[in-house]
């Protein structure tokens, strides 16, 4: 007999009770992400003090940015910086570890990433541009930039309780985010045909690379996440909540303390389903190596450190139509 827990019914929710500016509640929020992530390694997180408006204003661009004729969208094309758009068809996962994917998603995305100025000594390096915008929606722009300036300061806040989480000092993360690497993709999901093999997928099941992902999505459902006996759990929509999950990056940084779980979507509602999810990576330069509060005399790092640039650059290549040509 084992005593293994029983696998979740829904996915843990974390309630932050309207933010992360009273550190005497760190404590307690730290152990339920930390019971979430040794688990399914998904939660959903609520009352995160991200204002709703900027979030609704988000979906709001982001439906706008999609509406817009094919030709236009197609002038904004995913650059070598990885901003931009990338139409249906586009990006096949071949770095997916949990399935073998013989259709591209059913899916388009508009990609932001982190600002990076001419003047910026990083300018030109790998990832490190320009955004691209769609000049016939100014508001796009401001929308997008109101909303990851709100997502950012909230990642940088929550690596104080993602530090206590894993035992560490509350300050211990924060030297590896001085210049996050951040991606906001602001997808759209068509109606998906039925098919006969099922094998069609809005994204195909897979891991996400990096550290955190907290996406929001509509109320269309059809998020499913690996439970912890293999089963597909869907991720339910909860208003104004966001599903935030372990990127490859963090769970080797945790030396496997912490899952990186499989998920896939399928949109099956009949409507179209729009999500955005941010993802929120270390700097390019870092470099990540088992956390030493993570390995032990009986729990050896079981993975070499590695340059976080390095490592992101290597998955973007095999991942992305528009890289495999370049490169
Ligand atoms: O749209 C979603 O709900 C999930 C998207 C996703 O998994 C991803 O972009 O990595
Ligand atoms: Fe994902």
């Known amino acids: 007999m084992t005593n293994a827990p029983?696998?979740?019914?829904?996915?843990?929710?974390?309630?932050?009770g309207g933010g992360l500016s009273d550190p005497g509640r760190h404590g307690a929020i730290a152990k339920a992400i930390d019971d979430a992530f040794r688990g399914v390694g998904f939660c959903y997180f609520v009352n995160t003090g991200v204002p709703q408006a900027l979030m609704d204003r988000l979906f709001a661009a982001s439906k706008r940015f999609h509406a817009l004729p094919?030709?236009?969208?197609?002038?904004?094309a995913i650059n070598e910086f990885h901003r931009g758009y990338m139409a249906p068809n586009t990006s096949l996962i071949e770095t997916s570890s949990v399935a073998k994917v013989t259709r591209p998603n059913y899916s388009e995305s508009f990609m932001h990433m982190h600002e990076v100025p001419e003047n910026d000594p990083r300018f030109g390096s790998p990832l490190n541009g320009p955004n691209q915008w769609p000049s016939e929606l100014p508001?796009?722009?401001?929308?997008?930039?109101a909303y990851v300036g709100a997502l950012n300061a909230f990642g940088v806040?929550?690596?104080?309780v993602i530090a206590i989480a894993l035992d560490l000092p509350p300050d211990a993360?924060?030297?590896?985010?001085?210049?996050p690497t951040t991606f906001l993709r602001?997808?759209?999901?068509?109606?998906q045909p039925p098919t006969a093999d099922n094998e069609t997928f809005g994204s195909a099941p897979h891991t996400d690379y990096g550290f955190l992902t907290i996406l929001m999505q509509d109320m269309s459902g059809g998020l499913a996440v690996r439970n912890t006996d293999g089963t597909w759990l869907q991720a339910t929509p909860i208003p104004g909540s966001y599903v935030v999950n372990v990127g490859d990056m963090l769970a080797r940084w945790t030396n496997g303390r912490w899952q990186s779980t499989p998920h896939l979507v399928r949109n099956v509602s009949g409507g179209d389903r729009y999500s955005c999810p941010f993802f929120f990576d270390p700097d390019m330069d870092a470099v990540i190596g088992a956390l030493p509060s993570c390995v032990?005399?009986?729990n050896p790092p079981r993975f070499p450190p590695v340059r976080y640039g390095d490592y992101l650059m290597e998955r973007l290549n095999r991942n992305y139509d528009y890289r495999k040509k370049a490169s």
């Open 173 to 179: 993360l924060e030297p590896y985010f001085k210049h």
């Open 70 to 76: 094919q030709e236009r969208k197609a002038a904004l």
């Open 186 to 191: 602001l997808l759209h999901y068509p109606p």
């Open 296 to 298: 032990g005399p009986n």
């Open 139 to 145: 508001d796009f722009r401001v929308d997008v930039e």
């Open 157 to 160: 806040a929550l690596l104080r």
């Open 6 to 16: 029983l696998p979740p019914v829904q996915l843990p929710i974390v309630d932050f």
